[in-house]
């Protein structure tokens, strides 16, 4: 069954997944959530900021073709 974390996983590739071991142990640490918890928060986050990249992008597109 796919959890929650499971899917904040799957945005972690390359750097990004570099990222996420980086900074998971301190959050860890410090915030009530678990290791890999942590990792799949700042998966989400990446995700959320490129579907609000793409977003913005094909707003500006828009825009600019009716201009």
Do not use: N
Not at 34 to 44: M, N
Not at 52 to 67: G, N, T
């Amino acid at each position: 069954m796919t959890t929650t974390e499971h899917l904040g996983h799957a945005a972690l590739s390359g750097w990004r997944e570099k990222v996420a071991d980086k900074v998971a142990p301190p959050v860890a640490s410090r915030a009530p959530v678990s290791e890999q918890q942590a990792r799949a928060i700042v998966g989400a986050a990446f995700f959320a900021l490129s579907v609000f990249y793409v977003a913005s992008s094909i707003a500006r597109m828009v825009k600019a073709a009716r201009d």
